[in-house]
């Protein structure tokens, strides 16, 4: 991450599934990086998406690391309770949305509540969070997957509306939506074929994607290769 200021400092939220553990490993790996932490369920301190208290009490634990200049959201599922993304309308249930919204939009929102205000002031910082093409209204040409799709549209519009207040106090700021490619993971592995991204190009790529976006005041819905994608 040659963008950021030597001896940056890196967060990884999620850092126990395919794609956080390569995004933990690069930065590991970057002799730029000062020190890079990773949280999880799994993790001390740990993080439990879906309670504020747990994402709250993880923000306090972390303060005394930061600030941070690199905050990269890893979090995310297709399947929540054993189900699947629904496929047709006749499959939509209500509390199986909630979940999925509560899972990939409501907790990365409450994410950016309490985690934001650890990163550095006056210097370049990088908010990147895993999103998906099929949370893309204009690009949505084939239908279904509607709770993930719901759920990441409103992502989407939770990260652009923080990304104007986040400008205000932080000029330098990046916020990113970015859609990694087909990764092979454990969580994609019923969707997906042989053919999927190994999680450390996926990592590789989305690293040097985020080293290049330039601040706007504005979030930016990018795919692997840099590629812009309509909202």
């Avoid at 005394?64 to 699947?84: C, E, I, K, S, W």
């Avoid at 993304?85 to 509540?113: F, I, T, Y």
């Avoid at 990764?183 to 690293?207: I, K, M, T, Y």
Wanted: charged share 15%; glycine share 10%.
């Amino acid at each position: 991450m040659d963008s950021l200021p030597e001896g940056y400092r890196a967060l990884v939220i999620g850092a126990s599934g395919a794609i956080g553990q390569a995004l933990l490993q690069q930065l590991q790996a970057d002799p730029r990086c000062a020190a890079v932490v990773g949280v999880s369920r799994q993790s001390t301190p740990g993080l439990d998406l879906l309670s504020e208290t747990s994402i709250q009490d993880c923000a306090q634990a972390l303060a005394a690391q930061g600030p941070f200049h690199l905050v990269l959201d890893a979090t995310g599922a297709l399947t929540v309770n054993g189900r699947g993304p629904e496929k047709r309308l006749d499959e939509l249930d209500a509390a199986h949305l909630l979940d999925a919204l509560q899972l990939n939009a409501v907790g990365p929102g409450l994410l950016l509540k309490h985690f934001v205000p650890l990163l550095a002031s006056g210097q370049r910082v990088v908010w990147g969070k895993l999103s998906a093409r099929v949370g893309s209204i204009e690009d949505n040409r084939k239908g279904g997957w509607y709770g993930y799709r719901a759920a990441k549209a409103a992502l989407n519009m939770l990260l652009q509306t923080a990304a104007i207040e986040v400008a205000r106090r932080r000029p330098l700021a990046v916020v990113a939506a970015l859609q990694p490619g087909t990764v092979q993971s454990r969580l994609s592995q019923p969707f997906v074929g042989e053919a999927a991204l190994h999680p450390e190009d996926a990592a590789q790529r989305l690293l040097a994607v985020l080293d290049a976006l330039q601040a706007t005041g504005r979030a930016q819905f990018v795919d692997h290769l840099g590629q812009a994608i309509a909202w």
